[in-house]
């Protein structure tokens, strides 16, 4: 992943800035402004390399602008990335304080054309701290004005999206299935709790001994990190990261069905033929996840109360089913569908999208 082949890319804008003392690298990417300015989280973490990071920005900035179009939203699509000198864990509060303040600099910077929010390894606090640089900050603690933790908002959605996955896959409900949640963060745990309401047997993986413990004192069954893509289930949610199913990957997983929160769980469109044609029926992520958006969005821009973003989420197991009957009747993958129903809406003869 060179640099050089990473900044052939199709998005609008490409900042990048490196801060010597503390060996990070600031990347922000702005895939798309066609609906309203570009939107999407914070991402802090050690990549390999700085190629590595723009090409995660990048992918990660285009599945925002496609959940905004697919959702509706008067947003467009962008992402950061914090290219850590080592992992978050490792990095004390001093060097993040600094590592925030320069952030909020480089998006105070786009004035309005980037706005951001929480995504891995930051929070609403965060949130905070940046606020006090720049205005362009979605998801600031409640106590500061804002609309606080989306991560609630976006495990409802992966549990509409779950079950009317389950549904059009022939499982019927949640009830006495077995389900398959790989992470259980902020959105993991969620989803677990809300599956496990809904009757579902639980297998969880995570690589946090500590949320193991809780899991496994909640009565779930645990599956080793590294077991999770041979676990037979009958669906399975990745919620931890991405690029979790490739070609191979998508040959082999012994599942029914594939509903998570994790952005861009397949790595390319080839994996989601691989899926199709053995039937294991995917929720496009970029349509799953998209409760945390419905919450920041609606909160902060849209004047929304907690009703309508509640009301909106559980849209999601509609959206799908219109994305399912697309796929079948075309003959192509839910990606491929769900793409199509995205690009209607940022094609330039839609009247639909936002003057900006
Ligand atoms: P989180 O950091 O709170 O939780 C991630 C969990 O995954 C942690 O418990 C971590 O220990 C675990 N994990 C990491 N690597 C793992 C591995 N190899 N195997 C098993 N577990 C592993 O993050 P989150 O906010 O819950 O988000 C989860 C995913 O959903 C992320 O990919 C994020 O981009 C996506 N997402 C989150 C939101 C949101 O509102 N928070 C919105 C849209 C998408
Ligand atoms: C995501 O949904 O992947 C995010 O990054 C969260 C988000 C959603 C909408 C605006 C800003 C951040």
């Known amino acids: 992943m060179s640099i050089d082949d990473e900044l052939r890319w199709d998005g609008e804008l490409t900042v990048a800035r490196h801060d010597r003392e503390t060996g990070t690298t600031f990347v922000i990417r702005i895939d798309s402004t066609r609906l309203g300015p570009a939107s999407g989280g914070t991402r802090a973490a050690h990549y390999p390399s700085i190629g590595h990071a723009l090409a995660d920005a990048g992918k990660l900035a285009g599945a925002m602008t496609l959940k905004m179009a697919v959702s509706d939203l ?18 004390d509060s001093a060097t993040w304080s600094r590592i925030l303040d320069i952030h ?20 609403s606090s965060d949130m905070d701290q940046l606020s006090r640089t720049t205005k ?23 549990f509409e999206a779950m079950k009317a996955t389950a549904r059009r896959r022939g ?29 579902a047997r639980l297998l969880v993986a995570d690589t946090d001994p500590q949320r193991l413990e809780a899991a496994s004192l909640a009565g779930h069954t645990i599956v080793p990190a590294d077991e999770v893509l041979r676990t037979s289930c009958d669906l399975f949610a990745p919620c931890a990261m991405g690029g979790i199913i490739d070609s191979a990957a998508a040959a082999s997983i012994p599942t029914l069905a594939v509903a998570g929160a994790a952005n861009n769980i397949l790595t390319d469109a080839a994996a ?22 419905f919450h920041l969005v609606g909160r902060e ?37 769900a793409l199509l129903l995205a690009r209607t809406r940022l094609s330039p003869a839609s009247t639909t999208a936002a003057a900006t």
Not at 74 to 91: D, E, F, T, Y
Not at 112 to 122: A, E, L, R
Not at 137 to 158: E, I, K, M, Y
């Open 74 to 91: 008067p947003m467009g699509g962008g992402k950061s990335v914090i290219a850590l000198p080592a992992p978050r864990n490792r990095i």
């Open 104 to 123: 909020a600099e480089n998006i105070d910077k786009l004035e309005g054309n980037y706005w951001t929010g929480p995504d891995v390894n930051t929070n």
């Open 136 to 158: 362009y900050v979605f998801g600031r603690s409640v106590d500061n004005g804002g609309a606080g933790s989306s991560a609630h908002a976006t495990a409802l959605g992966v």
């Open 171 to 199: 499982l019927g409900t949640l009830d006495g299935r077995k389900v398959l949640v790989q992470g259980l963060g902020a959105v993991g745990g969620d989803v677990v709790r809300l599956a496990a309401q809904a009757g």
């Open 272 to 293: 989601g033929e691989v899926l199709r044609s053995r039937g294991v029926l995917c929720a496009p992520d970029f349509v799953a996840n998209a409760g945390g958006a």
């Open 301 to 337: 821009v849209l004047g929304w109360n907690e009703d309508d973003v509640v009301e909106r989420t559980r849209g999601i197991g509609r959206t799908l089913d219109e994305v399912y009957s697309l796929s079948e009747e075309r003959g192509i993958t839910t990606e491929a569908a």
